[in-house]
């Protein structure tokens, strides 16, 4: 056996080792990557495709992220656990692992037992989350993400015609590039938060004005999309499917734990 594989399986073993030590004593159900769970109109899912294209990291993937869920009180007590490289995956994977993540309606293909009913833009009355959050990032990173797409076919979850995410927690890799991207402006929220707004091709990003944690509070997603249209970003008659929050993992070991994460949609 080569030096490389050796060094690997030593490196598997290791972090396999962390796994299972952040998993003790936990009741739980643990999902691993690609393992569904639903509940009314919530789904958890653990997906990393930013591995696909990263060589022998690939085959480490189907380890490296896991969601526990308290089945009782889903999605609220719902937590995320990666393992991963203490470097960042290529750009050409836009320096992500993947995405772990709950959500709600469809999301991206995937939805929870209970359909919701797509609406176009212009439709919507109501479009909000609460969320609570808190997190152990010592030994690495993450983005803690919530996004939907819009489509054009809400029926076509490849019909994508925009997408449309909020950084809660903003490494300063992820906060730069959001500076560097092509400005919007600024948007103050009912709660008087400024979030910085950028795009980037097909992806609209709103960053805190002071690029810090929001640990609790409420985003008004209609109210923001309202204020997409008189930018010219969106038209109004794009269709909503649903909406996530979750992990991408940029390097190393941590979790981050929902304590709360409710929609609100009509």
Do not use: C
Not at 81 to 109: E, I
Not at 114 to 143: C, H
């Amino acid at each position: 056996m080569t030096r490389t594989k050796w060094l690997f399986l030593l490196f598997v073993g290791l972090l396999a080792g962390l796994v299972w030590f952040a998993r003790a004593g936990d009741d739980r159900l643990e999902l691993g990557s690609r393992e569904p769970f639903a509940k009314g109109p919530y789904h958890a899912f653990a997906q990393p495709w930013g591995a696909q294209s990263s060589g022998i990291m690939r085959y480490w993937a189907p380890f490296a992220d896991k969601i526990d869920v308290d089945a009782a009180r889903f999605p609220d007590n719902t937590r995320f656990r990666f393992t991963w490289p203490f470097w960042r995956p290529s750009s050409s994977t836009a320096g992500v692992w993947g995405y772990s993540m709950l959500s709600f309606g469809n999301y991206d293909g995937g939805e929870g037992e209970t359909k919701i009913p797509p609406r176009r833009v212009y439709e919507l009355l109501d479009l909000s989350q609460r969320f609570s959050w808190s997190s152990s990032m010592a030994l690495g990173d993450a983005n803690l993400l919530t996004e939907f797409y819009l489509r054009s076919d809400p029926n076509d979850s490849e019909s994508k015609l925009i997408e449309i995410g909020w950084f809660l927690h903003a490494p300063p890799a992820t906060a730069a590039f959001v500076r560097e991207a092509q400005q919007i402006g600024r948007f103050t929220d009912a709660a008087g938060k400024t979030w910085q707004v950028a795009r980037d091709d097909k992806y609209v990003m709103f960053l805190p004005a002071d690029a810090q944690d929001v640990r609790t509070g409420t985003i008004d997603m209609r109210a923001a999309l309202r204020w997409l249209q008189d930018k010219r970003v969106i038209v109004g008659d794009e269709w909503f499917t649903g909406v996530a929050i979750g992990v991408e993992p940029l390097r190393g070991r941590g979790q981050v734990q929902i304590d709360r994460w409710a929609v609100t949609y009509r």
